[in-house]
T-cell receptor, first 116, second 112 residues
Framework: GAVVSQHPSRVICKSGTSVKIECRSLDFQATTMFWYRQFPKQSLMLMAT?????????EQGVEKDKFLINHASLTLSTLTVTSAHPEDSSFYIC????????????FGPGTRLTVT | SQKIEQNSEALNIQEGKTATLTCNYTNYSPAYLQWYRQDPGRGPVFLLL?????KEKRKERLKVTFDTTLKQSLFHITASQPADSATYLCALGGGGSYIPTFGRGTSLIVHP
């Protein structure tokens, strides 16, 4: 149980284009979903927290107009990287929390974004 | 500022031995601490959670200790196997937020 999927697993896009990443909780309803990015040999950096039906809460330093998050339902959240640049190339990971206690998170497999 | 430290150098051990990984923290009073396993190119997988009022927790070959005085957690894998090779992340939460903050992780390599 507690499976989270992400799609796509890898994406290569050209500079200036937008990319959408989907995160789905497959066998539970997620009260909260989280988006992280991770650079090689670095820790997971929380980008934003989203609750179904409400606006996402972004961490300091994360541009909300660049990283658009939509939590459309209790099982789906999307992250859109708008006008991507090479410095946005990273590993993006989502996680979902099934209950009120946000420390109980289940992570997706991640999406490797490469911007050329 | 809050700081979580995990050894950046890989830990190399022989199969069958006990692997011990360390997580130290400063300027933090966590309500809980978690350990995750992360394989290359994959998302983290939750292993264990230990709360501030717990000293030790076990799950199969895994054991975690939590010393809030030393501000340290030790993560042990007994009878290690090559399949245990991965990066292990610790994460701390509490102190006003239930959302955990992650360390950089330590790579474990178990040699057959």
């Amino acid at each position: 149980g507690a499976v989270v999927s992400q799609h796509p697993s890898r994406v290569i896009c050209k500079s200036g284009t937008s990319v959408k990443i989907e995160c789905r909780s497959l066998d539970f309803q997620a009260t909260t979903m989280f988006w992280y990015r991770q650079f090689p040999k670095q820790s997971l950096m929380l980008m934003a927290t989203s609750n179904e039906g409400s606006k996402a809460t972004y961490e300091q330093g994360v541009e909300k107009d660049k990283f658009l998050i939509n939590h459309a339902s209790l099982t789906l959240s999307t992250l859109t990287v708008t006008s991507a640049h090479p410095e946005d190339s990273s590993f993006y990971i989502c996680s979902a929390a099934p209950g009120l206690y946000q420390h109980e998170q289940y992570f997706g497999p991640g999406t490797r974004l490469t911007v050329t | 500022s809050q700081k979580i430290e995990q050894n950046s150098e890989a830990l190399n051990i022989q199969e069958g031995k006990t692997a011990t990984l360390t997580c130290n923290y400063t300027n933090y009073s966590p309500a809980y601490l978690q350990w995750y396993r992360q394989d290359p190119g994959r998302g983290p997988v939750f292993l264990l959670l230990i709360r501030e009022n717990e000293k030790e927790k076990r799950k199969e070959r895994l054991k975690v200790t939590f010393d809030t005085t030393l501000k340290q957690s030790l993560f042990h894998i007994t009878a290690s196997q090559p399949a245990d090779s991965a990066t292990y992340l610790c994460a701390l939460g509490g102190g006003g937020s239930y959302i955990p903050t992650f360390g950089r992780g330590t790579s474990l390599i178990v040699h057959p």
